[in-house]
């Protein structure tokens, strides 16, 4: 019963910016975290950036200073808004949700992936 949602994802030119969303189905308990990965062809899916319900955060060093993950407990979304885009950062990004589906049951979920491709 549990899905992740992710959009936002396209082509844009090196340098430009892309905000990408991911939202979890409301017939959840609570979400403990929510966080984004990526990965190209080639390479092993890595973290991107990620946060807890108490507020940490954690980023790759390669997007530090570039993107910004924030989030909407209320509404179970979590956002990576992207500037000064490398095409290096193209990649397929996965939305990842460590949450209770119910007062019990923790769990790691994650969407389908959403295509972020840079230009040169």
């Known amino acids: 019963q549990v899905q992740l949602v992710e959009s936002g994802g396209g082509l844009v030119q090196a340098g430009g910016s892309l905000r990408l969303s991911c939202v979890a189905s409301?017939?959840?308990?609570?979400?403990?975290?929510m966080g984004w990965y990526r990965q190209a062809p080639g390479k092993q899916r890595e973290l991107v950036a990620g946060?807890?319900?108490?507020?940490?955060?954690d980023y790759a060093d390669s997007v530090k200073g570039r993107f910004t993950i924030s989030a909407d407990n209320a509404k179970n979304t979590v956002r990576l808004q992207m500037n000064s885009l490398k095409p290096e950062d193209t990649a397929v990004y996965y939305c990842?949700?460590?949450?209770?589906?119910?007062?019990?049951?923790?769990?790691?979920?994650w969407g389908q992936g959403t295509q972020v491709t840079v230009s040169s």
């Open positions: 990842n949700a460590l949450l209770y589906s119910d007062s019990y049951t923790l769990k790691d979920y």
């Open positions: 409301k017939s959840i308990f609570s979400i403990n975290a």
């Open positions: 946060l807890t319900s108490g507020g940490r955060t």
